[in-house]
């Protein structure tokens, strides 16, 4: 279960605080992903980076940013947000293969409450 | 779009028992994977079984196992033995063919219990 980490693993915050949440693998994928998951609610794709390059943006509102600075690090950064942005943020990693669709291991998430 | 759906939100099964969840999905694409994962509480989610709709054959693992039919889009997943481990959230998942690093689309999920 270490293969992926995110840090913090709860997070309070105000709507008019600004936060990033981070995400780390350590299995040597190049490919990386952001899903919410809300309650009651399937897990939503948020984005995608293969390579460092964000290949996918779920029609994601602008408060929430992502970074990939390389292959094992990713970072959600997130500004003025809304109660109903509170949800357990999980992130993912695959290996890229190009021709298949790889396996993808995930994090275990941080609980964001927006207040 | 893909969609997933999981019309169990809630199973529960006697310890050394058999159960099936279900999952339909509906899809225009002949090539994609579907994958059932595991999320016991407060852990972390991990892979149980995937598929690639390409083979014919049904995957297994150890006392987990799928039945694919892709002409009715279905993909159940049984557990066969149940143990008290087996407890959690169980989402069914389906990814495209795009090039091997698309976003998966999830069901909502189905809570499995065991009673000991």
């Known amino acids: 279960e270490t293969g992926v980490t995110q840090t913090p693993r709860h997070l309070v915050m105000g709507m008019t605080n600004k936060k990033s949440l981070k995400c780390e693998q350590h299995l040597g994928h190049n490919a990386m992903y952001w899903y919410k998951q809300s309650a009651k609610k399937p897990l939503e794709l948020m984005f995608v980076y293969n390579f460092k390059e964000q290949t996918e943006n779920n029609s994601v509102p602008s408060r929430f940013s992502p970074e990939c600075p390389n292959s094992s690090h990713l970072f959600l950064h997130l500004h003025t947000l809304q109660p109903e942005d509170s949800a357990l943020y999980l992130c993912?990693?695959?290996?890229?293969?190009?021709?298949?669709?790889?396996?993808?291991?995930f994090g275990p998430g941080t609980r964001l409450l927006v207040l | 779009a893909q969609t997933v759906t999981q019309s169990q939100p809630e199973m529960s099964v006697q310890e050394a028992e058999t159960v099936t969840l279900s999952c339909t999905y509906d899809?225009?694409?002949?090539?994609?994977?579907l994958f059932w994962y595991k999320q016991p509480p407060s852990r972390q989610m991990i892979l149980v079984i995937r598929?690639?709709?390409?083979?014919?054959q049904n995957a297994t693992e150890n006392r987990f196992s799928v039945n694919f039919q892709k002409a009715a889009k279905s993909f159940s997943l049984k557990i066969s033995d149940s143990q008290l481990g087996d407890a959690a959230m169980y989402f069914c998942?389906?990814?495209?063919?795009?090039?091997?690093?698309?976003?998966?689309?999830f069901g909502k999920g189905t809570h499995l219990i065991i009673q000991p």
């Open positions: 598929q690639e709709a390409y083979k014919q």
């Open positions: 899809t225009s694409e002949s090539d994609y994977y």
């Open positions: 998942a389906y990814a495209g063919s795009g090039g091997g690093a698309d976003g998966l689309t």
């Open positions: 993912a990693s695959s290996r890229f293969s190009g021709g298949t669709q790889e396996t993808q291991y």
